[in-house]
């Protein structure tokens, strides 16, 4: 898949998400005008929702892009842990909505939220460069200088320090 290809699709992506998510707005703003926000509509137009932008945002998204291509097993299965993480956190987000007497829902997203990062990671493939940039050990930070050994480095360095006495 083409570079090209790749921002048409993420552009649908994020124009689908965008879209399910002012439709979300749109539906809480008719049920609130209209009194109905004691009704089962609410809750289920939530859900709805939420459950279309998991749907373009986690499930398409992924099979649009060919996102499994190239991956191993691990990296496929850090990615259904994170979709899965992702789908409790907007389960936990709308149990938060229906209630707002309570933080229980709020504090699944969160720590949802915080739980995916990692497997979002490991799925992409970019916790393993940080770790062996960690690894690494930190480089000199006086450039060399080609044919001069550490002591004339040195001797060059004490003789740029000392302070000429009259």
Same mark, same amino acid.
């Given at each position: ?8 699709? %993420? ?6 998400? @965008? $879209?399910?998510? =002012?439709? +979300?707005?749109?539906?809480?703003? &008719?049920?609130? *005008?209209?009194? %109905? ?6 809750? @289920? $137009?939530?859900? =709805?929702? +939420?459950?279309?932008?998991?749907? &373009?945002?986690? *499930? ?107």
């Amino acid at each position: 898949m083409t570079d090209e290809q790749r921002r048409k699709v %993420r552009n649908r992506v994020t124009y689908l998400s @965008i $879209a399910s998510l =002012v439709v +979300l707005l749109a539906v809480l703003i &008719v049920l609130g *005008v209209t009194d %109905r926000v004691e009704t089962i509509l609410f809750p @289920i $137009a939530i859900s =709805v929702c +939420l459950a279309i932008f998991w749907v &373009v945002s986690d *499930v398409l998204a992924v099979m649009w892009l060919n996102a499994f291509e190239g991956k191993n097993d691990a990296q496929k299965r850090a990615y259904y842990i994170y979709a899965g993480l992702d789908f409790i956190g907007l389960g936990g987000l709308v149990y938060f909505m229906v209630d707002l007497k309570g933080t229980t829902g709020i504090l699944i997203y969160i720590c949802c939220i915080f739980l995916k990062k990692r497997f979002r990671e490991e799925f992409s493939g970019t916790d393993g460069n940080r770790q062996e940039e960690a690894e690494e050990p930190m480089a000199d930070t006086q450039p060399e200088i080609e044919g001069q050994t550490e002591s004339e480095e040195v001797e060059e360095t004490e003789a740029a320090l000392e302070v000429e006495e009259p």
